[in-house]
């Protein structure tokens, strides 16, 4: 056994010497590149303040937060694409783990509608953005007047044979409680940051819910040693 280990132990130091050598060329690489790589900083835009993952700002490099939050700052708005909609985010937090969008079509409008094609996720599984507002306000356009007390009027889009309504309650979206003679218009999440959406809400009341926001949900935030710089660091590393 002596014999063995004396054959055997300068291979050790042999290969430990080796290992040590490429340590430090592949710790110089690792460092030069990381040292490249621009760190993935808070921002900042208008009132936002130290916006971070899972968010980023447009033109940040690549594994700098989650494409699905990119967002784009401009005139010191900060500005969300979700599925087919633009909006403005109004306020983030962190401890909820949600941030409150504005549909940027009402902006300047006084007789506000959103588009037909805005349509803010649901909860499906896989979906990253989803809205957690329990309440929707739909909008009908009917071809007569409806005498029901789940239509509000919306007197500033009607005519004298076209016959706009907004409805509020928590199944309004569903196509079987639409009236035969009334076709979709437009339908946004709405909800109220103090108190319950109501039924039966009147349009002025549904428009300030709507320039209120309504909130989206992200995912909790990873802890910083699962975050994409620190992994994509690491895997060049040992590489």
């Known amino acids: 056994m002596a014999i063995s280990g004396a054959l055997f132990l300068p291979g050790i130091f042999q290969s430990l010497s080796i290992l040590a050598v490429l340590g430090v ?62 909006y403005f985010v109004t306020d983030i937090s962190y401890n909820e783990s949600r941030f409150w969008v504005v549909d940027a079509n009402l902006d300047n409008s006084s007789c506000p509608l959103p588009l037909w094609n805005n349509l803010p996720y649901f909860n499906d599984k896989g979906t990253k953005l989803y809205t957690s507002a329990v309440r929707w306000a739909t909008f009908l356009n ?47 999440p709405v909800d109220d940051r103090t108190k319950n959406v109501p039924d039966y809400a009147s349009y002025a009341d549904v428009v300030k819910f709507m320039r209120n926001g309504f909130p989206v949900s992200f995912p909790r935030v990873e802890s910083p040693s699962h975050s994409p710089v620190i992994k994509a660091c690491a895997r060049d590393t040992f590489q």
């Open 142 to 188: 009917c071809s007569r007047a409806i005498n029901n007390g789940m239509y509000m009027p919306v007197a500033c889009l009607s005519g004298n044979t076209s016959f706009v309504y907004v409805l509020t309650t928590s199944s309004s979206y569903y196509v079987q409680n639409i009236e035969p003679s009334c076709g979709y218009l437009a339908v946004i």
């Open 25 to 86: 060329l592949v710790t110089k690489s690792g460092a030069a590149d990381f040292q490249e790589q621009p760190a993935c900083v808070p921002f900042s835009c208008g009132h936002l303040e130290g916006i971070r993952y899972p968010f980023r700002l447009q033109g940040d490099p690549l594994g700098c937060g989650d494409e699905a939050y990119e967002l784009v700052c401009r005139d010191g708005r900060a500005i969300i694409h979700i599925n087919t909609g633009k």
